[in-house]
């Protein structure tokens, strides 16, 4: 019950898998989790329990307003734009919320056209293809593109989605210790040198699949190395940029842009509009060839509802802002803002003396809580303050790994940044996650 959780859950080591991802539901349960009512900077919290029958309760009796630091609206679009929001309004008086129809039926309009060139061009690329869901675009793409004889080399921490499209393609998977490109460059020199003496490749294809900014570490993709690697022993390189596509590089056009990689040496991009767009659904951009042949080929393409008109509307129209192309310079300020924000609480956050994972200009920032048990303690205590955090641990990382993953949002105010940081300084003594001596503070 939320009584007897208010402190430390039991740490339980050495149990089967089933238990410990009960366990790491039970505490799950005995959050208060964020229900957003609109996904800005500030969102409403609901208050959520369990009763002692193990049944979770939604109760609304007390709703909080709590400065967001949880979700993954890098840009802010999430919320009301004055560019966006009245075309998204428009689109859905023209085009309706739904095609109700597969994109090789009626579900191709005048918008999905548009978006795929407007995303292609944006990435610099050929061509486009976009499908209703980011999760379903790695998980439907990467069978489409590999089989069986094929080889599929995979960092360790890749997604989820990631990890069950190169499971569902067929081909042989490989991982690679996370983002290490000499380790990545170890497993292919013994993946093409088996079978030797041979004539050729034991492979018919080799990727290489990595992601732009890793989601729960905060790293940004050791792209440069990865990419010089590939091109060496001729594998493709799949990137994945859900995280990254406008939240970094000078004109939000991620990880390439910032690390200085051309675009035409990655092979197949892959992102998600869901976090920097504020919408949904998920793309695919590469050469001409390649996405006609997916849009022959792929079952999500051929066979699932389109994406939902207002939806693409919502990307076409952000994109728009990022270029300047409504006419403004918000985008060139969201995209400094996004900076500053995240290389000023990162630094903050490492004064005070946490242990916080990943990169300067990453939004994304894991502060480490080692013990699963100081989950439900962390959580509450920032609730408490009206700050809201999201917490990850097993099976989402190790046993022993969990930790807060603070998203930073270029619509956060610096006096909400200073305010986080100064709830999550007190929630951090009270719990005991100062890993490291704080530095004296200047005068
Ligand atoms: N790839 C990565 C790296 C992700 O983190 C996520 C989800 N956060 C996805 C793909 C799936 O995207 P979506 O939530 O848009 O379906």
């Keep these: 019950s939320k009584s007897t959780l208010q402190g430390y859950a039991p740490i339980c080591l050495g149990l089967e898998d089933f238990y410990i991802r009960r366990l790491y539901l039970r505490i799950q349960d005995c959050f208060n989790r964020p229900i957003s009512s609109s996904p800005d900077a500030w ?38 734009d004055e560019y966006c929001t009245p075309r998204v309004i428009e689109s859905l008086k023209k085009f309706s919320p739904s095609t109700c129809s597969t994109r090789v039926d009626g579900g191709t309009t005048t918008l999905h056209a548009e978006l795929e060139e407007c995303v292609a061009s944006f990435l610099g690329k050929q061509a486009a293809v976009v499908f209703g869901m980011g999760y379903v675009t790695n998980s439907a793409i990467l069978p489409v593109l590999m089989g069986k004889g094929s ?32 380790h990545l460059e170890k497993v292919l020199r013994e993946q093409i040198a088996e079978g030797q003496p041979r004539t050729h490749r034991p492979w018919k294809k080799i990727m290489v699949v990595v992601e732009g900014i890793y989601s729960m570490e905060g790293e940004l993709c050791q792209l440069p190395e990865i990419v010089s690697i590939c091109k060496k022993h001729k594998a493709y390189v799949y990137l994945d940029e859900a995280h990254s596509i406008g939240a970094v590089g000078k004109s939000g056009r991620g990880v390439c842009e910032l690390l200085g990689v051309d675009t035409s040496d990655v092979d197949i991009m892959m992102g998600t509009f869901t976090k920097s767009f504020g919408s949904c659904g998920g793309y695919i951009a590469g050469s001409q060839e390649l996405i006609q042949f997916l849009k022959y080929t792929c079952p999500a393409h051929l066979y699932a509802t389109s994406i939902s008109p207002p939806a693409a509307q919502q990307i076409i129209s952000s994109i728009k802002v990022l270029l300047g192309e409504d006419g403004s310079s918000r985008g060139a300020q969201k995209l400094a803002k996004i900076r500053e924000n995240s290389n000023f609480f990162r630094s903050e956050l490492q004064k005070m003396g946490f242990e916080v994972l ?80 704080a530095e004296p503070k200047k005068q």
């Design 358 to 437: 990943g990169d300067n200009d990453s939004p994304v920032m894991p502060i480490m809580l080692y013990n699963p048990a100081k989950i439900p303690a962390f959580s509450r205590e920032c609730l408490k303050r009206n700050v809201a955090v999201v917490t990850v641990a097993f099976p989402a990382t190790p046993l022993l790994l969990a930790r807060a993953r603070i998203c930073i949002s270029a619509a956060h105010s610096r006096e909400d940044l200073v305010k986080a940081l100064e709830v999550i300084s007190t929630v951090g003594d009270l719990v005991g996650i100062k890993y490291f001596p």
């Design 151 to 182: 080889l599929i080399i995979s960092d360790s921490l890749n997604h989820n989605s990631i990890v069950n499209g190169a499971r569902g393609s067929g081909a042989t998977v490989r991982v690679f210790q996370h983002n290490t490109p000499s």
């Design 43 to 80: 969102f409403d919290v609901v208050e959520r329990v369990s009763n002692d029958n193990n049944k979770t309760l939604l109760r609304t009796t007390k709703v909080n307003r709590c400065l967001n630091l949880g979700s993954y609206n890098y840009l802010g679009f999430a919320a009301a």
